[in-house]
Nanobody
Framework: HVQLVESGGGSVQAGGSLRLSCVASASTSDYRLWFRQAPGKEREGVAFIDIGAGRTNYADSVKGRFTISQDNAKNTAYLQMNNLKPEDTAMYYC??????????????????WGQGTQVTVS
């Protein structure tokens, strides 16, 4: 079992930036996903990284503004968020332990989720 702890959320004005961090309790040599959930909305996968290959992909809603990265030495994934918009307001979570048969951005395709960190953009 892998425990994930997110941090780095906060309140910013539109156009601002935040960097989220997700520390894993153990090395996970597969995929890491960042997803979000706003009140009254479904969970949305926003970015994933293939830790072994370094390959990344993003939801269209954040492409060009968000960047996912991984520091293997620290078992930490990051989500750099630039040019934030009010519609980015949500609880942000990271996930690990990808299951086969799911799309890379599908939240249900991951076994382990963190508790989340709140991002508010005004």
């Amino acid at each position: 079992h892998v425990q994930l702890v997110e941090s780095g959320g906060g309140s910013v004005q539109a156009g601002g930036s935040l960097r989220l961090s997700c520390v894993a309790s153990a090395s996970t040599s597969d995929y890491r996903l960042w997803f979000r959930q706003a009140p009254g909305k479904e969970r949305e996968g926003v970015a994933f990284i293939d830790i072994g290959a370094g390959r990344t992909n993003y939801a269209d809603s954040v492409k060009g503004r968000f960047t996912i990265s991984q520091d293997n030495a620290k078992n930490t994934a990051y989500l750099q968020m630039n040019n934030l918009k009010p519609e980015d307001t949500a609880m942000y979570y990271c996930a690990a332990g990808r299951k086969l048969g799911f799309d890379y951005l599908d939240v249900q395709g991951y076994r382990y989720w963190g508790q989340g960190t709140q991002v508010t953009v005004s």
